[in-house]
């Protein structure tokens, strides 16, 4: 629009200069001193347009979760000593629905525009918030000028989650057991032997006895318990997964506001992929263990191994949800294959979930395998068929559990809480 006016001025500027200088009357000269003093205000104007102006930009938080609203304010100053007619902030950010772009009608001098913008978080991932880039012009449409901003942050979407009031582990997982030969910082019921005081030791590991026998301070020494670990292993071949077209949801903008609170928004549904699925039900099982002080750890082959050995507390669990937030059902191995390789990093006692959409049998070979090395083996098995798939997995729930492996069938659509939570038993299963 502005390419148009511009050239419609000019050939009014050129067939004013004609006029003058063919007739010399004075209204042509006039009309030619007019549009070439349009010509040059406009310039001048565009010109100011993007000067002096400061544009910022602040997150809340840099950490957010599917479902739940992730937050930012965005301010642009003018701090010269001319108004500005009007400012187009346009914004270049990643993150799916989160639109921050806004047009300043008009900005006085040393004046300040805030507007505050409240997003649902629609997809798992890390994702790139920015540049910026502001752009104003002249009142007549002639001129336009842009300046970019090449700032940018990075935000971690983390998976959606479910709270499980219980999930069934299989009979005889207790707290306690026999000792594993490997060393912890955490206080458990198996101790290992005692050694001097080092520096940062904490006060209740002394040993009182062998203080008072040695006359120095003396602290016990610590092993984990091997049935206190909980291995999750997520099933990334490629091969295995189905998923349903996703209509794109709306985004949600607050325009015009200074941190004003939103009405409230229905967490979105979990897009028809069983790879969304698959790393929900291994987020949330992750949040169940951890939250009862349970030792978590988590294999997967995706696009790369992804490998994070077991630990406690919130640490823990931060690390395990920004792997699974990037995490992709991208990887050429067989979830049979995986099995085999990584059996040798589960220790005997242990506890392994396994969650997968894959309707090979000898996946089924390789949980039996780890039971018979004495881990405990839950599953969770995905229906693909209902996700788009021509293949079921209703023969591999059947052979897990005539093997004696729990396996939770979880379908599109599908209460994950409620699924998860609803464990039975192997005698319920065949009475069903």
Same mark, same amino acid.
């Given at each position: 629009m502005s390419s148009r006016r511009y050239l419609v001025v000019l050939m009014f500027f050129a067939a004013s200069l004609v006029g003058a200088f063919v007739t010399g009357r004075d209204f042509f000269f006039n009309l030619s001193y007019f549009w070439a003093a349009l010509f040059v205000i406009a310039a001048i104007w565009t010109w100011l347009g993007t000067r002096e102006i400061r544009l910022g930009r602040h997150t809340r938080a840099l950490r957010a979760q599917v479902g739940r609203p992730l937050e930012e304010r965005l301010a642009v &100053?003018?701090?010269? =000593?001319? %108004?500005?007619? #009007?400012? $187009?902030? =346009?914004? #270049?950010? $990643?993150?799916p629905g989160h639109e921050a772009s806004y047009v300043v009608a008009s900005l006085g001098a040393k004046q300040e525009r805030i507007w505050t913008v409240r997003?649902?978080?629609? &997809? =798992?991932? +890390?994702? +790139?918030?920015? %540049?910026?880039?502001?752009?104003?012009?002249?009142?007549?449409?002639?001129?336009? !000028?842009? &300046? &970019?901003?090449?700032?940018? *942050?990075? !935000? !971690?979407?983390?998976?959606?989650?479910? $709270?499980?009031?219980?999930?069934?582990?299989?009979?005889g997982i207790l707290p306690g057991g026999d000792a594993l030969r490997r060393r912890t910082h955490y206080v458990t019921a198996n101790s290992s032997g005692v050694r001097d005081y080092a520096p940062g030791d904490s006060f209740n590991r002394i040993h009182w006895p062998s203080t008072a026998r040695r006359d120095r301070l003396i602290v016990k020494e610590f092993e984990l318990d091997p049935q206190a670990d909980v291995w999750i292993v997520l099933d990334g071949d490629a091969s295995a997964q189905a998923a349903l077209p996703t209509p794109e949801a709306p985004s949600v903008r607050l325009n015009?506001?200074? #941190?004003? *609170? *939103?009405?409230?928004? *229905? /967490? %979105?549904?979990? /897009? /028809?992929?069983t790879e969304e699925y698959a790393v929900s039900v291994a987020a949330s099982l992750a949040q169940y263990f951890i939250r009862r002080d349970r030792s978590v750890g988590f294999v997967a082959h995706g696009q790369t191994r992804e490998m994070i050995q077991p630990d406690r507390g919130e640490r823990q669990l931060t690390k395990l949800m920004e792997t699974l937030a990037v995490f992709h059902a991208l990887g050429r191995i067989h979830f049979h294959d995986v099995l085999t390789m990584e059996a040798e990093q589960l220790p005997r006692g242990t506890t392994a979930i396994l969650i997968s959409a894959s309707n090979d049998t000898r996946w089924v070979v390789g949980a039996q395998s780890l039971k018979r090395r004495g881990l405990r083996v839950v599953s969770v098995v995905l229906e693909p068929y209902t996700f788009g798939s021509v293949y079921s997995t209703a023969d591999i729930a059947a052979l897990l559990w005539a093997s004696g492996i729990s396996a939770y069938r979880v379908k599109c659509g599908d209460n994950l809480m409620a699924v998860l939570s609803g464990g039975e038993s192997l005698a319920q299963h065949f009475a069903r």
């Open positions: &100053r003018n701090t010269g =000593r001319f %108004p500005k007619l #009007w400012l $187009e902030v =346009r914004d #270049w950010s $990643e993150l997003s649902i978080c629609q &997809r =798992r991932g +890390r994702f +790139r918030l920015g %540049p910026l880039s502001i752009s104003s012009g002249d009142p007549f449409g002639l001129f336009q !000028v842009t &300046r &970019r901003i090449p700032q940018t *942050t990075n !935000v !971690v979407i983390y998976p959606a989650t479910v $709270e499980l009031p219980n999930f069934a582990l299989p009979v015009d506001s200074l #941190w004003q *609170t *939103t009405p409230v928004i *229905t /967490p %979105p549904l979990l /897009p /028809p992929s």
